[in-house]
């Protein structure tokens, strides 16, 4: 199924991860939070990025202490959620094992958990987190069609999904996105077909640890590391900008039109990141980098 456009989310130039703003991360405490929020919407940043699992089932009801006080922020604020993993957690004693689940029961509940956590009435992008090998695509059709015709939840997709499994659900139900792992650590993507089944749909995919988690900055003795932050560093030079707006850079040079969910909890990093939308590669500095990440020859 293709989407028209106007059936498409718009996306900011890249999407803010919450995954490390509290007790996975940062522990923000809610002012902090707060602030953080804001100086992101401030940057034109409102696309958020949450899942139902992080913090342990507490990170949406973090960010909904910050929204339940703010309808200005609701209102501006575009949250995508996730469902379909079920973790082990203090709060969640009916899970028995980590395992995953897409039925429609599941769905619904997790859903109305989310809302009810973040304080809003409607989720902008609602995405099943990880494949699920019982997933009925005829039934999470169903489930996603409720779910829009109540205004729960506007658009839907999927995250880690393979080509196959994208094709299959999205026969039934349009799908706006495929949220995968890409950075030049971990460059599968443009391969195995998920960034071209994208373009040739016309929706945009969303990347996340767009720097490895972390892995691309600070000091290192591993030499593949080295050789592509040398590389970034180098480019870096004659563009004027920093090591990870280099690697951004490499994101949103792909003609798929990439949007990064960038991780940081530092607002002055996560405003860099922006600034990497002024920078563009050259065909060869682009393949430079594949080379670094690849350790040999890439064309
Ligand atoms: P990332 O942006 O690759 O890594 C962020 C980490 O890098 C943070 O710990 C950050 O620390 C650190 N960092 C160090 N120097 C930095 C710099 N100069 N600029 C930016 N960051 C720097 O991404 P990620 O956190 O692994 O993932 C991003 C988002 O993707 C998550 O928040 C989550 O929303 C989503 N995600 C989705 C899935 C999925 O399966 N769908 C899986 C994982 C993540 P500081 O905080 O100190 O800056």
Redesign the pocket.
């Known amino acids: 199924m293709t989407n028209t456009t106007s059936s498409l989310p718009q996306f900011s130039p890249v999407?803010?991860?919450?995954?490390?703003?509290g007790s996975w991360?940062?522990q923000m405490d809610r002012p902090t939070l707060e602030k953080l929020v804001d100086a992101c919407v401030d940057l034109g940043l409102y696309d958020f990025?949450?899942?139902d699992i992080?913090g342990d089932y507490t990170e949406e009801a973090h960010l909904g202490e910050v929204l339940k006080g703010r309808k200005d922020l609701v209102q501006r604020l575009r949250l995508t959620t996730?469902c379909g993993i079920k973790m082990l957690a203090d709060n969640r004693p009916s899970h028995r094992i980590k395992s995953y689940d897409s039925t429609g029961k599941h769905i619904l509940q997790s859903v109305d958990q989310s809302l009810q956590d973040l304080g809003v009435e409607q989720i902008e992008i609602l995405?099943l987190?990880?494949p699920d090998y019982l997933m009925d695509p005829h039934e999470v059709s169903e489930v996603f069609t409720r779910l829009q015709e109540a205004g729960k939840v506007k658009f839907f997709g999927v995250?880690?999904f393979s080509t196959s499994q994208f094709s299959l659900l999205n026969s039934l139900f349009p799908l706006v996105t495929n949220?995968?792992?890409l950075?030049l650590l971990q460059a599968q993507a443009l391969d195995d077909g998920t960034l071209d089944q994208c373009f040739q749909l016309g929706i945009q995919p969303t990347v996340?640890?767009?720097?490895?988690?972390?892995?691309?900055?600070?000091e290192t003795d591993d030499p593949r590391l080295q050789k592509i932050k040398s590389t970034a560093e180098s480019i870096g030079e004659r563009h004027q900008a920093?090591?990870?707006q280099v690697l951004l850079a490499w994101i949103f040079k792909h003609p798929s039109r990439i949007v990064?969910?960038?991780?940081?909890?530092?607002i002055s990093?996560?405003a860099?990141?922006l600034k990497a939308t002024e920078i563009q590669l050259t065909h060869e500095e682009w393949y430079e980098l594949l080379e670094a990440a690849k350790g040999h020859e890439v064309a």
Do not use: C
């Not at 990064?260 to 530092?266: A, F, L, R």
């Open positions: 999407i803010v991860g919450t995954m490390r703003f991360g940062a990025d949450l899942a992080y996730k995405l987190h990880r995250s880690n949220q995968v792992e950075s996340w640890s767009p720097f490895g988690g972390g892995a691309l900055f600070g920093t090591i990870d990064p969910i960038v991780g940081s909890t530092k990093r996560i860099s990141a």
